[in-house]
């Protein structure tokens, strides 16, 4: 461990330090957990407003992580009757030393949360009317790939294309949505995120991509995680305030690959 990460892990365990070193108040703290929340709750369809409360809890520091071995096989038996079954063999320590995660933690957030609410308000079903042409055919949907309906109908002409189907016009009008309050305690939201926080002394962006893949894909076949998470942990690198890459660029750059990137005075 350098002399980087053990000062980290002084901060990180002091009361407070986990909120106040790698959320600290404010847009950071909401940017943060947006990028977090998106990284393993899915939320396409909603809009994080503002963190209401956020608290670290489960610090486990220096926690490891086993490469597994699998050992998959047939057996068959032929008496006294005929039996063939597949055989799975997990082993948890499949050799080599363990990938070190330099702090687990259980963050508990709870954010103002806007969902898409739009209704459905009518449906009307209609007859598509007259059409000669294919050209007036198109024209009476607002989109239509028609090329690719007719390639994968096998039609080439207006006549086949009558023959062929009955076609129908649908016109689907949505609800306007209630105006979103944020004050409303119904749009409170709270989730759970499992982070691996991993110390990094300077900027090798290769190998601090490569640890947060391999500490993602490693907890992936080791921990169990419910099934609304879309991963077992969120892999966060902690890189020192020195690094000479703009705060905006690094951030940029790990949350493409899913992945957050923070910095910390040493």
């Known amino acids: 461990m350098s002399a980087f990460g053990d000062a980290l892990m002084r901060k990180l365990h002091a ?35 503002d963190v209401v409360k956020l608290e670290a809890t489960g610090l486990v520091f220096q926690r490891p992580l086993f490469r597994a071995r699998r050992m998959i096989g047939t057996r068959v038996r032929t008496q006294p009757d005929h039996a063939h079954t597949d055989v799975r063999l997990d082993e948890r320590d499949g050799g080599g030393p363990p990938e ?48 690719g309906y007719l390639a994968r109908h096998h039609v080439t002409t207006v006549d ?17 949505p209630p105006a979103f309050d944020p004050a409303d305690p119904a749009n409170q939201v709270s989730r759970t995120l ?16 490569r640890q947060a893949r391999l500490v993602a894909d490693l907890a992936e076949r ?11 942990l969120a892999p966060v ?15 940029a750059f790990f949350s493409d690959q899913d992945v957050l990137a923070v910095k910390a005075a040493p």
């Open 15 to 49: 009361p407070g330090g986990v909120e106040d070193l790698l959320f600290p108040a404010g847009a950071v703290r909401l940017a943060r957990v947006r990028q977090l929340l998106g990284l393993l709750h899915s939320l396409p369809a909603a809009i994080v407003h």
């Open 100 to 147: 070190w995660i330099d702090l687990s933690v259980r963050l508990h957030v709870t954010v103002v949360l806007e969902l898409d609410s739009a209704a459905v308000e009518s449906i009307a079903l209609g007859d598509v009317g007259e059409y000669d042409t294919l050209e007036e055919f198109r024209g009476k949907f607002r989109y239509l790939d028609l090329d």
């Open 160 to 176: 086949e294309l009558k023959r062929s189907y009955r076609h129908l016009l649908g016109d689907i009008r949505l609800a306007a």
């Open 194 to 209: 499992d982070l691996a926080v991993l110390a990094r002394d300077d900027a090798d962006l290769t190998g601090a991509l």
């Open 222 to 232: 080791a921990i169990a995680y419910p099934h609304e998470t879309n991963a077992a």
């Open 237 to 251: 690198l902690v890189f020192p305030d020195t690094v000479g890459i703009p705060d905006e660029e690094l951030a």
